[in-house]
């Protein structure tokens, strides 16, 4: 019972942090995935910065989970 209710939190972790990092932003298209901006480095600010820290502590969440579940 208590395997399938963390299986059940793990699923939704997942999605979220699919959802997450669908969200952040990183220039247009695919064009800055081969260096197409210059290779500039832009810091995040405001939202983007708390999107980051939320992804992060949903991967953390989901590692831990894993663990339990072993």
Do not use: C, D, H, P
């Given at each position: 019972m208590a395997n399938n209710?963390?299986?059940a939190i793990?699923?939704?972790?997942c999605v979220l942090?699919?959802?997450?990092i669908?969200?952040?932003q990183r220039?247009?298209?695919l064009g800055s995935a081969?260096?197409?901006?210059?290779?500039?480095?832009?810091?995040?600010?405001?939202?983007q910065?708390?999107?980051?820290?939320l992804t992060v502590a949903l991967v953390i969440?989901?590692?831990?989970?894993?663990i339990l579940l072993i």
């Open positions: 209710i963390l299986l793990q699923a939704v972790i942090i699919i959802v997450s669908v969200m952040q220039g247009t298209a081969f260096g197409s901006e210059g290779g500039a480095y832009s810091t995040r600010r405001g939202i910065k708390n999107l980051l820290w969440a989901f590692l831990a989970l894993a």
